[in-house]
């Protein structure tokens, strides 16, 4: 078994034009900085991204934005990329838009092999446009679909060869979920360590879901709002 | 007089209660954990992953692996819990939350919410609003009374596209509490020095104004 890769090019050498990629992330928190700078690079295009946010302008998805390379983006909230909003308003660009929540649990249920389930959010909204509707006590539920990628790229913060994750503070975000559901998932760490550094009880993501692994390089971990405290 | 962000913060908070877990949406709602008693416990939940948000941190402790729902840098507190995106929206749909503060565009008399999309102009996406709206079992909205262009949004039907259905208990704006009842607005506050006139006349949907209404405590 080796799953170790040496850097983001090799970890990325497969994926081509028109693949899904879901990449983990919640705004600029926890993004695979060194596979979108090797996806960027590759020049692949046509993609459908699924990712709760679309990045801003110069960095994360942004970056992918720019070169037009997404053909459709699957997120929440885009709210933070104007040339995202531009190139939706210009009809360049699909977007399914999908209740956070929604998008979550999609992507959850593909990581436990579960087809479909009901939620209430959006009930009586256009995201209900096409839906089934089932009532159960008497309160209405939309059933929405496990939601499949070819590559699941996310970036954790320590990892082992055997393919074990874990992650710090608010970047487990949808990582841990997109790590488990990718048909060929992408993992790049910040520390890489032999099997048994890390203790059993701390892994988020056990290695059975994780197929290629790398250290990256020179993290950036922009931040989109520095808020301080006074005083 | 009309109350500005913060008069409408500090009004909420006191809606809350010892023990309550609450969820506050970004902008106004925000300010509200900058208000609460002293004497009582609340936790802050964020959606992308926080039980027991704390304030923004000092210059130095600022984490760029810890951020809120509305991306900005935040702190934990003692006790704190950290999950990920699919659990966190289990616990929202599930019903634990006690208490959910967001902001809207427009509010309907029957508690119809819309605040996440303006056709052909704005296109930012409802984030978590649908899940916390569609399963929150206590939901206040923080708003303006009128929008930049004065016109009310307080409406008798939401004139754009909707982020839940009848799902909005309480309103309070720059000018008053409100309730949702069977028969539209019901004034139960209003703000010190604004007029019941003042707040009918910015009132689009049907409004139940009782004889007395007394002033907001603050």
């Not at chain 1, 087809?115 to 309160?139: D, H, I, L, M, S």
């Not at chain 1, 320590?158 to 992650?167: I, P, Q, R, Y």
């Not at chain 1, 990582?175 to 048909?183: D, I, P, V």
């Not at chain 1, 203790?199 to 922009?222: N, S």
Request: proline share 5%; aromatic share 6%.
């Amino acid at each position: 078994m080796n799953k170790v890769v040496s850097n983001a090019q090799e970890a990325i050498k497969d994926i081509h034009d028109g693949v899904t990629i879901m990449l983990g992330g919640f705004g600029l928190n926890g993004i695979p900085e060194n596979s979108i700078a090797a996806l960027v690079q590759k020049g692949i295009r046509n993609l459908t991204c699924i990712s709760n946010n679309a990045g801003v302008d110069d960095f994360g998805l942004g970056l992918l934005l720019q070169k037009k390379q997404i053909k459709k983006m699957i997120s929440s909230y885009v709210g933070e990329n104007a040339e995202f909003e531009r190139q939706l308003l210009q009809g360049e660009l699909e977007v399914d838009l999908i209740p956070q929540g929604t998008l979550a649990t999609r992507i959850q249920m593909a990581a436990m092999g579960i087809p479909a389930f009901y939620t209430p959010a959006g009930f009586g909204t256009e995201v209900a446009a096409g839906k089934e509707v089932r009532y159960f006590n008497q309160k209405p539920y939309l059933m929405e679909l496990a939601l499949h990628a070819d590559f699941a790229i996310v970036k954790a913060w320590k990892g082992d060869a055997l393919g074990n994750l874990v992650f710090r503070k608010t970047t487990r975000n949808f990582s841990t979920s997109m790590a488990k559901a990718g048909t060929i998932t992408i993992a790049e760490v910040e520390e890489l360590v032999p099997p048994g550094e890390i203790d059993p009880d701390h892994v988020h993501v056990a290695g059975i879901y994780v197929h290629r692994i790398f250290q990256g390089q020179q993290y950036q971990k922009r931040i989109e709002k520095r808020t301080v405290r006074m005083g | 007089m009309a109350l500005d962000k913060y008069g409408i913060a500090k009004r909420i908070a006191r809606e809350l209660q010892d023990g309550m877990y609450v969820n506050l949406g970004i902008g106004i709602p925000t300010l509200v954990a900058n208000y609460v008693p002293e004497a009582i416990t609340v936790i802050f939940q964020s959606e992308n992953g926080i039980l027991g948000m704390g304030p923004y941190p000092a210059e130095a402790e600022i984490d760029p692996d810890l951020i809120n729902a509305g991306k900005e840098t935040v702190t934990l507190i003692k006790g704190a819990a950290l999950f990920d995106s699919a659990e966190s929206f289990g616990m929202i749909r599930a019903g634990k939350i006690d208490l959910t503060v967001l902001g809207a565009m427009e509010v309907s008399e029957n508690g119809d919410i819309a605040n996440w999309k303006i056709p052909g102009k704005m296109v930012k996406g409802m984030g978590g609003a649908m899940d916390l709206v569609a399963s929150a079992k206590n939901i206040i909205v923080a708003m303006m009374h009128t929008n930049p262009k004065g016109e009310s949004k307080l409406l008798p039907a939401c004139t754009l596209p909707l982020t839940g259905l009848r799902c909005v208990k309480k309103i309070v704006t720059d000018l008053a509490v409100l309730e949702i009842t069977p028969k539209g607005f019901l004034l139960k506050e209003k703000a010190p020095g604004v007029s019941v006139e003042e707040i009918k006349a910015k009132t689009l949907g049907r409004l139940v104004c009782p004889a007395n209404v007394p002033d907001m405590h603050i």
